[in-house]
């Protein structure tokens, strides 16, 4: 059996990207998957792509409104929602330095990235049986800024301190709560660089290579699943190293003062 098996899975933002990488590692996992998006054609293009009992739900995340509808469509067609993957994010919103910042953009961001995440939660954890996952999609914004990104990573700031907070509430019906914080990871707007640009993206990064959707989704299988029945309220940060070391190549004065290889020093 898979690890997922007889589960039905939430994934909002599903669509494309990272969403659409963890839809289908669920699905591969055994999960029914409903993918949540705003674009309804590009839902009906991924649920195509994944295939099995897979369906789309269109609906806007920050809508109070449209997110009880999605979730009770869910269950209609469904019986059941054992997993919620809180990936759905506007990660491009008001990407200007601070003085730039329109006011729209820094409440857009916090209407989807923050308030998506607490409204699909408590819509999820009223029909979620116990067993059941909650997996937000943070970023290594978090924790460590992003230069002209102030809305969005206030945002992913605020979802792992609900992270947390939620774990802590949900975990006496037998619910867990975490989170997944990606570092740097192949993307549409990534696929799009020049090579060159895409060596400089890779270079800063330990393990010498940018991340991709398959690597966010198996650690959103693993928390979702009962391998990780005993975690709850923890954020799984996947970056290839980025975030633990003190400076990155190139201006690290102890590793650019190394002899090369084959030389003494």
């Not at 970023?139 to 992270?163: L, M, Q």
């Not at 990871?185 to 020049?194: E, T």
């Amino acid at each position: 059996m898979s690890r997922l098996d007889g589960r039905v899975a939430l994934v909002t933002g599903g669509g494309r990207n990272i969403g659409l990488a963890i839809a289908r590692r669920l699905a591969a996992d055994g999960a029914a998957v409903a993918v949540n998006g705003p674009d309804s054609d590009e839902l009906a293009v991924a649920v195509k792509d994944l295939g099995g009992d897979a369906a789309p739900f269109p609906a806007d995340v920050s809508d109070p409104a449209a997110v009880e509808a999605m979730v009770a469509a869910v269950v209609d067609r469904y019986g059941r929602l054992d997993v919620l993957v809180n990936n759905a994010a506007v990660p491009m919103a008001g990407r200007v330095p601070l003085l730039e910042l329109d006011l729209a953009d820094w409440d857009r961001s916090f209407a989807v990235n923050a308030r998506g995440v607490f409204l699909c939660t408590v819509a999820a954890a009223r029909v979620m049986p116990a067993g059941g996952s909650v997996v937000n999609i943070s970023s290594v914004g978090a924790t460590r800024a992003h230069r002209n990104a102030v809305a969005y990573d206030a945002t992913k700031g605020a979802v792992e301190a609900a992270t947390r907070a939620i774990a802590l509430d949900l975990a006496p019906r037998g619910i867990r709560v975490n989170a997944v914080a990606p570092g740097a990871i192949a993307n549409d707007r990534f696929d799009a660089l020049d090579p060159a640009a895409k060596r400089a993206r890779a270079l800063p990064v330990p393990l010498g290579r940018v991340g991709t959707g398959a690597d966010i989704a198996a650690a959103v299988s693993f928390l979702a699943s009962d391998d990780a029945a005993y975690i709850t309220g923890q954020v799984i940060t996947v970056d290839g190293g980025l975030s633990v070391q003190a400076r990155p190549p190139g201006i690290d004065p102890i590793l650019d003062s190394a002899p090369a290889e084959g030389q003494q020093p």
